[in-house]
């Protein structure tokens, strides 16, 4: 895809300094760019670079002027950091805007699709599923049989979706994601042997919520595993039976929750986290990476460590950890001191 730099310009509403047909068809660091490309600059420690870079356009503050000529076009705006993010979102847009239906596909008679849908090659969706206006589901992904996935929702490549999943709107599924497997229920016989609970609930996400790839979110038992609105989940994060997570919580990568916790909202769990079941997390909790979390935590608490406790302690705590060996090796220097003191009184 190519733009201009005026096409771009209309969509930042920005001023253009140089040819305003100038034309781009890839991003690149300024630093980096070659002919074509488009950049932007909005730290001053990367000023040198415009002098410097390649890039046929760049995106800069309304507020710099240049020390010397510049052969790349700029396009000037309030905000260079901002536009450009917006120009990544625009630019996402329209690459992911894929409709129609590739073939070879399956989808059962009893489906139901709105408009402008994207169905891609060896997609498979079951039956009585309901597709809403706007959903994009990408090649080799399996949609089981009465999912329901809301407007604007995208399935990425290779994503499993177990049957009676319900999925909001403006969600994002990343590829190798799999939702709705049976949670991890089993229990010994009298054999000793483990027999497997039916799992019959389901899981329910809600609007606006992101799932990185390869993440798992089992269903329930009973009921339904729930991920409420505007959660973000990173990559390789694992969700258990009966597990809910409040609205706007992020979750970093390799953190896993053990069935039947609560998560309250407007929390921030860093990567490698470890939460027992039957818990429950407060509201705007904070947990620091790499944590174990054994009991239920209040809100706005901030915690580290395994067993975690609280951050602050947990800082103060650290300082002594560090010096163990010499505060060891002057307790046994103390030791003998003592030792001798007391030989010599003796």
């Known amino acids: 895809m190519k733009f201009t730099a005026k096409q771009i310009a209309d969509i930042l ?15 690149s660091k300024i630093e980096e760019g070659t002919k074509g490309s488009l950049t932007f600059l909005s730290n001053p420690k990367y000023n040198p670079y415009i002098y410097t870079t390649e890039a046929s356009v ?25 536009s450009f ?42 039956e009585n599923v309901v597709l809403g206006n706007n959903v994009k589901i990408y090649p080799n992904s399996y949609i089981g049989d009465n999912v329901t996935i809301g407007d604007n929702s995208v399935v990425f490549a290779g994503v499993k979706i177990y049957s009676e999943t319900v999925i909001g709107k403006n969600c994002k599924i990343h590829s190798g994601t799999v939702i709705g497997a049976d949670g991890f ?33 089992d269903r329930a038992t009973l009921g339904s595993t729930i991920i409420r609105k505007g959660v973000k989940l990173d990559n390789q994060i694992q969700i258990a039976h009966n597990v ?15 069935g039947s916790t609560r998560i309250g909202e407007n929390c921030m769990i860093g990567g490698q986290v470890g939460i027992v079941g039957h818990i429950t997390i407060g509201d705007n909790v904070k947990i620091q990476a790499q944590s174990g979390i054994g009991k239920s935590l209040k809100d706005n608490e901030v915690v580290q460590g395994s067993p975690a406790f609280g951050y602050s302690d947990y800082s103060k ?14 307790i046994h220097k103390i030791e003998k001191e003592l030792n001798a003191q007391k030989m010599n009184d003796e």
């Not at 509403?13 to 991003?27: C, M, Q, R």
């Not at 996402?92 to 989808?107: D, S």
């Not at 809910?244 to 953190?255: C, D, F, H, L, Y």
């Not at 705590?317 to 002057?330: A, I």
Request: aromatic letters at 8%; glycine letters at 8%; a negative charge.
């Open 317 to 330: 705590s650290y300082v002594h950890f560090k010096n163990l060996p010499k505060l060891v090796s002057t």
């Open 58 to 82: 760049a995106i800069v503050n309304k507020s710099f002027v240049p020390e010397k000529e510049i052969a790349t076009t700029l396009i000037k705006v309030e905000n260079a950091y901002k």
């Open 85 to 126: 993010s917006k120009l990544l979102e625009f630019y996402n847009e329209v690459k992911n805007n894929k409709v129609g239906r590739e073939n070879p596909h399956f989808i059962a008679d009893s489906v139901t699709i709105g408009d402008n849908e994207y169905i891609g090659a060896y997609a498979y969706i079951g």
């Open 185 to 217: 229920g089993f229990a010994p016989d009298e054999n000793g042997e483990y027999k497997a609970i039916p799992q019959i609930g389901n899981v329910i996400i809600e609007d606006n919520v992101d799932v990185g790839s390869n993440s798992t979110i």
């Open 13 to 27: 509403e920005g001023e253009i300094v140089g040819d305003p047909n100038a034309e781009v068809s890839k991003l």
């Open 244 to 258: 809910e997570i409040g609205k706007n919580t992020v979750i970093a990568s390799q953190t896993g929750i053990a």
